[in-house]
């Protein structure tokens, strides 16, 4: 019986590095029956062929949490403030400039805005949030903004179609979308961990509009749940249908739940079924250019391994939100020193993943000493 799974694990991933697209039920009898070490193998080969071999990115952008007021209430969710709470807060246009001017004098070029559900805020609030960031930082600041959930808030909240309302974010100055709030896309995990966030299709639907109007963006899964090997699987084909569609996302970030709340069960996700699950999504998601690891949740160990695994990116340097910080690479230095210290060359890029001109950190490419 052990040597049939291999065989079939075998045949499966001399199918993907043939170029062939590997079915659901191929992806699942690798998580569930392949070595590790074979799979990480495999992903390695195709991302290579994909992306400069030698090369992996990094980003700085920081996040700004405009609002922490939400009415969806996640179960796993430490973040969002009740509508009458107390503790509730929601940043003033102004404040935000100032929390993007103090990421830009550090290196950031980008924002993230990202922010619960807060009925009460009007579409005008996020216009005038746009634009006034352009106006006193430069349109090359990229506004990377708004989570399925808080664009379908908006369209409630307005009663206008989605597609208008994001043409008008897009005319302000919103660049990108992140596909966040998909979690694991089984209507059974959603039910479990947010029953009042949006169904599967909702998020689909807002994501196919962002894209058809020219927002791209990424796309991410969370697990170490209550989720099955199965769901895994079928997140990953809904993510790739939807880009066969429209070729919107152009990263994708696999991700572990972290315990934030007593109502909310994790479980423990062991280093070699991460990077399995990463190769699967390189291997399976053959329609995406890119794959990201983040060092915040599984340390620089695993990070570090992911690169060699598939990812091509380690996500970004990401300044968090009320003090000038970052968990895990703490500063653009560190994440350099990161990318060396894994075997790679070290190029910043911006939020469409083209890479920047060479600055200060990159004289020893440029040849420029200064
Ligand atoms: S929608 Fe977002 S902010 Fe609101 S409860 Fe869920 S995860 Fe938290």
Redesign the pocket.
């Given at each position: 019986m052990a040597i049939w799974k291999s065989e079939r694990s075998d045949y499966i991933l001399e199918k993907a590095l043939a170029g062939e697209r590997i079915a659901p039920p191929e992806a699942l009898a690798l998580y569930e029956s392949a070595d590790f070490l074979r799979v990480m193998a495999a992903a390695r080969e195709i991302r290579n062929r994909k992306n400069n071999p030698s090369v992996v990115t990094y980003t700085m952008f920081r996040v700004v949490n405009y609002t922490t007021f939400?009415n969806?209430?996640?179960s796993?969710?430490s973040?969002?403030a009740p509508m009458d709470s107390p503790r509730g807060t929601t940043l003033s246009a102004e404040q935000i400039v100032q929390k993007m001017r103090e990421a830009v004098a550090i290196g950031a070029d980008q924002m993230f805005l990202q922010?619960?559900?807060n009925p009460n805020l009007p579409l005008d609030y996020y216009l005038d949030v746009i634009r006034k960031v352009k106006d006193a930082l430069g349109l090359h600041i990229h506004v990377h903004a708004f989570?399925p959930?808080e664009l379908l808030g908006m369209e409630q909240q307005t009663g206008m179609s989605l597609r208008r309302i994001l043409r008008e974010l897009k005319a302000a100055g919103m660049d990108s979308v992140p596909g966040a709030?998909a979690e694991i896309l089984t209507e059974r995990v959603r039910a479990l961990l947010?029953p009042k966030?949006a169904p599967v299709s909702e998020w689909v639907r807002v994501m196919e509009t962002c894209h058809e109007e020219g927002l791209p963006g990424s796309a991410n899964i969370v697990f170490g749940s209550e989720e099955t090997r199965e769901e895994i699987i079928e997140h990953l084909s809904v993510v790739r249908d939807l880009q066969d569609r429209t070729s919107g996302f152009l990263a994708f970030i696999p991700w572990t739940f972290q315990p934030q709340t007593k109502r909310f069960r994790t479980r423990h996700v062991p280093s070699h079924e991460f990077l399995k699950i990463l190769g699967i999504c390189r291997i399976f998601l053959d329609n995406i250019p890119h794959i990201e690891t983040s060092v915040m949740v599984l340390g620089q160990g695993v990070g570090s391994l992911a690169l060699h695994a598939g990812a091509d990116d380690i996500s970004s340097v990401v300044i968090e939100e009320n003090v000038l910080k970052s968990y895990g690479l703490k500063t653009e230095e560190k994440a350099r020193q990161f990318i060396r210290e894994s075997g790679f060359t070290p190029v910043k890029r911006d939020l469409l993943y083209r890479p920047l001109k060479p600055g200060k950190w990159d004289n020893h490419l440029s040849g420029n000493d200064e």
């Amino acid at each position: 019986m052990a040597i049939w799974k291999s065989e079939r694990s075998d045949y499966i991933l001399e199918k993907a590095l043939a170029g062939e697209r590997i079915a659901p039920p191929e992806a699942l009898a690798l998580y569930e029956s392949a070595d590790f070490l074979r799979v990480m193998a495999a992903a390695r080969e195709i991302r290579n062929r994909k992306n400069n071999p030698s090369v992996v990115t990094y980003t700085m952008f920081r996040v700004v949490n405009y609002t922490t007021f939400c009415n969806v209430d996640c179960s796993f969710c430490s973040f969002a403030a009740p509508m009458d709470s107390p503790r509730g807060t929601t940043l003033s246009a102004e404040q935000i400039v100032q929390k993007m001017r103090e990421a830009v004098a550090i290196g950031a070029d980008q924002m993230f805005l990202q922010g619960g559900v807060n009925p009460n805020l009007p579409l005008d609030y996020y216009l005038d949030v746009i634009r006034k960031v352009k106006d006193a930082l430069g349109l090359h600041i990229h506004v990377h903004a708004f989570s399925p959930v808080e664009l379908l808030g908006m369209e409630q909240q307005t009663g206008m179609s989605l597609r208008r309302i994001l043409r008008e974010l897009k005319a302000a100055g919103m660049d990108s979308v992140p596909g966040a709030g998909a979690e694991i896309l089984t209507e059974r995990v959603r039910a479990l961990l947010s029953p009042k966030k949006a169904p599967v299709s909702e998020w689909v639907r807002v994501m196919e509009t962002c894209h058809e109007e020219g927002l791209p963006g990424s796309a991410n899964i969370v697990f170490g749940s209550e989720e099955t090997r199965e769901e895994i699987i079928e997140h990953l084909s809904v993510v790739r249908d939807l880009q066969d569609r429209t070729s919107g996302f152009l990263a994708f970030i696999p991700w572990t739940f972290q315990p934030q709340t007593k109502r909310f069960r994790t479980r423990h996700v062991p280093s070699h079924e991460f990077l399995k699950i990463l190769g699967i999504c390189r291997i399976f998601l053959d329609n995406i250019p890119h794959i990201e690891t983040s060092v915040m949740v599984l340390g620089q160990g695993v990070g570090s391994l992911a690169l060699h695994a598939g990812a091509d990116d380690i996500s970004s340097v990401v300044i968090e939100e009320n003090v000038l910080k970052s968990y895990g690479l703490k500063t653009e230095e560190k994440a350099r020193q990161f990318i060396r210290e894994s075997g790679f060359t070290p190029v910043k890029r911006d939020l469409l993943y083209r890479p920047l001109k060479p600055g200060k950190w990159d004289n020893h490419l440029s040849g420029n000493d200064e």
